[in-house]
């Protein structure tokens, strides 16, 4: 069965990095057939797409995002993380990791972790 | 990139149809079917309803279904029930290879 966990610090200061891991389970991160994405969601409101990395470390940003942005794949542990510089209180947010195909048959994000709340705040 | 436009809310009674639209542009929902559609119950995780425009993952009740014309998608939910109460939300594939969500519709059931 598939699985995503986010982890990561709950308060990040303004100014600061905001660093997330995503651990994955019963896939490869290495798998050709999909890449990784985060999304996240600011409390009442919607959903944003962020980033998503594919196992050669291809990248694509959320344009609004992209300066302050960095993903990374460590094969080896099966994860993936965000790096998020900068930040302000309007990056307090509820952040998913998903999983989302590569290919014609399977672009969409299937998979989903249970979310992790960072609050931006002194 | 803007947001995909949704309408805030709908309603409907039980057992009744409704229809949420989500548009975009010839960038995006016009360009590809590559548009999914995703429930979501608060403090909880998005599920995915609808991907490629109109297919249902395994499982899905049929009750839901998509479609799409131009640059405009829609989520059709037929005989609703009270479960179906929820915040739905449609994304769609980039001609930049980005991904863009909808604002999210709020479903009431009354």
């Known amino acids: 069965q598939v699985q995503l966990q986010e982890s990561g610090p709950g308060l990040v200061q303004p100014s600061q990095t905001l660093s997330l891991t995503c651990t994955v389970s019963?896939?490869?991160?290495?798998?050709?057939?999909?890449?990784w994405s985060w999304i996240r969601q600011p409390p009442g409101r919607g959903l944003e797409w962020v980033a998503y990395?594919?196992?050669?470390?291809?990248?694509y940003y959320n344009p609004s995002l992209k300066s302050r942005l960095t993903m990374s794949v460590d094969t080896s542990k099966n994860q993936f993380s965000l790096r998020l510089t900068s930040v302000t209180a309007a990056d307090t947010a509820v952040y998913y990791c998903a999983r989302v195909g590569a290919h014609d048959y399977n672009n969409y994000h299937d998979f989903w972790g249970q979310g992790t709340l960072v609050t931006v705040s002194s | 990139q803007s947001a995909l436009t949704q309408p805030a809310s709908v309603s409907g009674s039980p057992g009744q149809s409704i229809t949420i639209s989500c548009t975009g542009t010839s960038s995006d929902v016009g360009s590809y079917n590559y548009v999914s559609w995703y429930q979501q119950y608060p403090g909880k995780a998005p599920k995915l309803m609808i991907y490629d425009v109109s297919k249902r993952p395994s499982g899905l009740s049929n009750r839901f279904s998509g479609s799409k014309s131009g640059n405009t998608a829609s989520l059709t939910i037929s005989g609703l029930q009270a479960a179906d109460e929820a915040d739905y939300y449609c994304i769609s594939y980039t001609t930049s290879s980005t991904w863009v969500f909808g604002g999210g519709t709020k479903l009431t059931v009354l």
């Open positions: 019963g896939v490869a991160v290495s798998s050709g057939e999909y890449y």
């Open positions: 990395i594919y196992h050669t470390g291809t990248t």
